[in-house]
């Protein structure tokens, strides 16, 4: 079963606009990690946030995680069509060797 | 570097007919995963790799899975009397310790399977 559920499932937007995505999971975890994939082929990392952390940032991309909550965002700013895809958060727990993906958030930059 | 590479990038069989899908890790990674993808889905997990030895098979779906890998380097996942459900892009992933760790997987393209 999957471990994390992202909200919304699809999202369209336009090109200088904000896009966020939410994921919730619901064990305890060591961190969560958030992926994008290209039209349904190999998965590349974007960002990792530690479960004791709270807020992350990287370029135009910005991660929170709220662990009482089990949930986390990803928010990419000044969206630009390049960032069409689809992201997954992806969540490493306990002792599990594997990472527990998501169903994923489809994101449309329009033009 | 070379990332992940995975061969073939993709295979159409006919139902009940055996494959064989490769994945080539990042050199020096010890950790090497595979995962399913059904369209419009999510990654499952299938079965993970400590050098050559499997500790997690747990996401392995039937006995017509297996898998193996050399040292190291390359893994082959078999699926044998393929049937219409097994279609799906299978990807493989490397790190470069045990997951658990904190560590980012390094994903291949994948193989999309088609199964008739």
């Known amino acids: 079963s999957q471990q994390g559920e992202e909200d919304p499932q699809a999202l369209s937007i336009q090109e200088g606009e904000n896009a966020t995505m939410n994921c919730s999971y619901k064990?305890?975890?060591?961190?969560l990690q958030w992926y994008r994939q290209n039209s349904g082929r190999g998965l590349v990392h974007l960002i990792l946030?530690?479960?004791?952390?709270r807020e992350k940032h990287s370029g135009r991309l910005r991660v929170t995680l709220d662990t009482s909550k089990k949930s986390s965002s990803l928010l990419i700013t000044a969206s630009r069509a390049a960032d069409t895809a689809s992201y997954f958060c992806a969540t490493d727990a306990g002792s599990a060797r594997q990472l527990t993906f998501g169903s994923g958030t489809q994101l449309t930059v329009l033009p | 570097g070379a990332g992940v590479s995975q061969s073939p990038s993709n295979k159409v069989t006919e139902k009940g007919k055996d494959v064989e899908l490769r994945c080539d890790p990042i050199s020096g990674h010890t950790a090497l995963y595979w995962y399913r993808q059904r369209l419009g889905q999510g990654l499952e997990f299938l079965i993970y790799f400590q050098g050559n030895s499997a500790p997690d098979k747990s996401g392995l779906p039937s006995d017509r899975f297996s898998a193996e890998r050399t040292g190291e380097s390359v893994s082959t996942l078999t699926i044998q009397r393929t049937q219409q459900e097994d279609s799906a892009v299978y990807l493989c992933?490397?790190?470069?310790?045990?997951?658990?760790?904190?560590?980012?997987?390094?994903f291949g393209p994948g193989t999309r399977l088609t199964v008739l």
């Open positions: 992933a490397s790190s470069p310790r045990r997951s658990g760790r904190g560590d980012t997987q390094y």
């Open positions: 946030i530690r479960s004791n952390e």
């Open positions: 064990t305890s975890i060591n961190n």
